[in-house]
């Protein structure tokens, strides 16, 4: 690596509660690169003048959140398939001068399932998704890269399923709320996108008996690590995969462009994070 230190840093309005410098500041250290993570706090009216002027921004890359995602994407002359895909980036560099960027979200949602449950894929006819937002966008795209035969999406708001459906082809079936329990009938995947059992929000209260004894059931909100919807399977005796393994592995595709070395996601950095959740009180 060049002795010049690489800027790198996490781009969103309200993003002091990040956890990616505390992420690929372990990996940086761990790899023993000349680099820095920081965070840039970017107020929604000043986003599309500070991507414009990026190259003078002091930064080689950065990650984007909520809520610049989009502004991300128009921002940049070049994005890969899959931000192409779901319309929002939340990985940028610098190649010639010019912003590229990519979506990583996708990738993380599948390598933590792949992690955790590596047959989780085989033979899955349906999957139910609850949600139809940005996140739902992302975890749809990848289950039907993945193959799954029919994506179920429930939302409070039907259109927004639909939405989706008119998006990704007729592999994508958009429900009411209110008939989701008919479609969790022998279900083998069920995945949580709202923000419901997030802390501070209320939980998410759904009959899990209908499900297959064999089901898996993950939820990619993380604080709380063990949301209610997690306890409750358990409690069934199925198969859980909390949602920082999402955070975790959405951040490996861009600390390997920005620094040429490809990190892990270790017990050892799942700890460290979780250990930083419990020192906010973000635990329970």
């Known amino acids: ?13 309200p993003v002091s ?8 500041g372990y990996w940086l250290a761990r790899h023993g690169i000349d680099g820095a993570y920081g965070v840039r706090a970017v107020a929604p009216g000043d986003i599309d003048s500070f ?3 990026f190259a003078a921004s002091g930064l080689v890359g950065g990650n984007v959140t909520v ?4 502004a991300a994407f ?4 070049a994005r890969d398939a899959v931000a192409e895909a779901l319309g929002a980036v939340n990985t940028l560099w610098l190649e010639d001068g010019a912003l590229h960027g990519a979506n990583t979200d996708v990738h993380g949602f599948l390598a933590n399932l792949d992690a955790a449950e590596p047959d989780w894929a085989r033979a ?3 999957a139910v998704v609850l949600g139809a937002g940005g996140a739902a966008r992302a975890v749809v795209y990848g289950l039907l890269q993945r193959g799954v035969d029919r994506v179920v999406v429930a939302n409070r708001t039907r259109a927004r399923g639909e939405a989706l459906r008119d998006t ?3 592999r994508v079936l958009p429900i009411d709320w209110r008939d989701l329990g008919g479609r969790l009938v022998g279900c083998r995947l069920l995945v949580n996108t709202t923000s419901l059992g997030m802390k501070g929000q209320p939980p998410l209260d759904i009959d899990l008996s209908p499900l297959s004894p064999d089901a898996l059931v993950t939820d990619i909100v993380y604080v709380p690590l063990e949301t209610p919807l997690l306890k409750a399977a358990k409690a069934r005796g199925l198969a859980t995969v909390d949602g920082l393994g999402m955070l975790l592995h959405q951040a490996v595709p861009g600390f390997e462009r920005w620094f040429g070395v490809r ?9 460290l994070v979780i250990a930083d959740l419990k020192a906010k009180g973000q635990l329970a």
């Open 1 to 13: 690596m060049s002795a010049v230190t690489r800027n790198v840093a996490i781009i969103g309005h």
């Open 74 to 77: 128009r921002a940049c002359a």
């Open 67 to 70: 809520p610049h995602k989009e």
């Open 168 to 170: 990704f082809g007729p």
């Open 17 to 24: 509660h990040s956890r990616s410098p505390l992420i690929h």
């Open 124 to 126: 899955l006819g349906e």
């Open 51 to 53: 991507l414009a002027a």
């Open 263 to 271: 990190p892990e996601v270790t017990a050892e950095l799942r700890a």
